[in-house]
């Protein structure tokens, strides 16, 4: 099947359908990826028809709705990020269930520039993959938002601190990332990011201690010290 900028979401279902993979799916489980609703599709894959069928915002609600792994997938790399809206944002997240879902769908957050909004509100919501989002889109941020003045990063270190104890494995591992992407953005930012790495390090509980330990290895390293002081 040919797929197009023109073709509707029924018809990019139904070619996700026809290249489903059962002998991939025990490999994605074994990454934590939840493979209920999973055709075994891989992201190349996946890259290559969202690059076909291009940008379509009403499309890609519809794949969203269906639920499957690959649509859902497919529905963040072809959204518009200037038509998605906070609600819109806040339906989608109550529908993660994978941290896979949620790390793709955080570049489209950021793209949209909701994180001002839903980085904050998600970090309070108790839901796990809810929360992990928070994390991630702070992550995205600190990487991707090169033009954001370095304080506005920074600012993101109290909701990491406030959530450091958070044990979920799905939150934690974001909680980390997003403070070594913050580590790593600038000279600037380094040093904040590494002191509340050392900080959490000697914590007692043992989520943030290993989140500490984890972001003071690489923060550390004279790898990020060598790229960020030439």
């Known amino acids: 099947m040919n797929l197009s900028p023109s073709s509707p979401a029924d018809a990019v279902i139904a070619h996700l359908k026809s290249l489903r993979r059962e002998e991939n799916r025990a490999g994605m489980a074994r990454f934590g990826i939840e493979t209920k609703t999973a055709l075994g599709i891989s992201n190349a894959e996946l890259r290559r028809i969202a690059r076909a069928i291009k940008r379509d915002h009403s499309r890609a609600l519809d794949l969203w709705t269906s639920?499957?792994?690959?649509?859902?997938?497919?529905?963040?790399?072809?959204?518009?990020?200037?038509?998605?809206?906070?609600?819109?944002?806040?339906?989608?997240?109550?529908?993660?269930?994978?941290?896979?879902?949620?790390?793709?769908?955080?570049?489209?957050?950021?793209?949209?520039r909701l994180e001002g909004i839903l980085i904050p509100e998600f970090a309070?919501?108790?839901?796990?993959?809810?929360?992990?989002?928070?994390?991630?889109?702070?992550?995205?941020?600190?990487?991707?938002?090169?033009?954001?003045?370095?304080?506005?990063?920074?600012?993101?270190?109290?909701?990491?601190e406030a959530h450091a104890g958070d044990e979920r494995n799905f939150v934690k591992k974001a909680v980390n990332w997003a403070l070594r992407q913050i580590g790593k953005r600038s000279?600037?930012?380094?040093?904040?990011?590494?002191?509340?790495?050392?900080?959490?390090?000697?914590?007692?509980?043992?989520?943030?201690?290993?989140?500490?330990?984890?972001?003071?290895?690489?923060?550390?390293s004279a790898t990020v010290l060598d790229r960020l002081n030439p």
């Open 67 to 112: 639920g499957i792994r690959e649509a859902r997938l497919l529905a963040s790399f072809t959204a518009e990020p200037k038509a998605l809206t906070l609600e819109a944002a806040r339906v989608w997240a109550g529908d993660f269930n994978s941290w896979e879902i949620v790390d793709g769908v955080a570049d489209l957050f950021i793209d949209a």
């Open 124 to 160: 309070a919501d108790e839901r796990e993959f809810v929360r992990r989002s928070a994390f991630a889109m702070i992550a995205v941020s600190a990487v991707h938002l090169k033009d954001e003045p370095d304080d506005t990063i920074l600012a993101w270190l109290a909701l990491i």
């Open 187 to 220: 000279a600037c930012c380094h040093g904040p990011a590494l002191l509340l790495a050392e900080t959490l390090a000697a914590r007692q509980d043992r989520s943030a201690r290993w989140i500490g330990k984890d972001a003071v290895r690489e923060l550390a």
